[in-house]
């Protein structure tokens, strides 16, 4: 069983910047490639970034490539989503997930298999 606990969302304005964590327990967290993603109102969940187990490897959705930054700090069992240069479009509620094998990034929601409860981001224009 892993346990994942995000935080760091909140009211942004556009062009402003957040950083999001996701605090893991339980099994082994370096074992795991971890993802993001993230469902606004209406709308289906969407991929947002991957990373896997040793951070050497990323992933991200178009939409956001070139504005967030998806990092891992195994020692403390986090990984995080820097986002820079916030637009409307980006408000949506944000979950972690784990993947396993860690050494594979995977964009499809039902391939990962913990979850957190999920941080909202809302960015006003």
């Known amino acids: 069983q892993v346990q994942l606990v995000e935080s760091g969302g909140g009211l942004v304005q556009a062009g402003g910047s957040l950083r999001l964590s996701c605090a893991a327990s339980?099994?082994?967290?370096?074992?795991?490639?971890m993802g993001w993603f993230r469902q606004a109102p209406g709308k289906e969940r969407e991929f947002v970034a991957a990373?896997?187990?040793?951070?050497?490897?990323?992933d991200y959705a178009v939409s956001v490539k070139g504005r967030f930054t998806i990092s891992r700090d195994n020692a403390k069992n986090t990984v995080y989503l820097q986002m820079n240069s916030l637009k409307p479009e980006d408000t949506a509620v944000y979950y972690c997930?784990?993947?396993?094998?860690?050494?594979?990034?995977?964009?499809?929601?039902?391939?990962?298999?913990?979850w957190g409860q999920g941080t909202q981001v809302t960015v006003s224009s």
């Open positions: 990373i896997n187990w040793s951070g050497g490897m990323t």
């Open positions: 339980g099994r082994s967290f370096s074992s795991y490639a």
């Open positions: 997930a784990t993947h396993y094998p860690g050494s594979h990034l995977a964009r499809s929601g039902t391939e990962y298999d913990y």
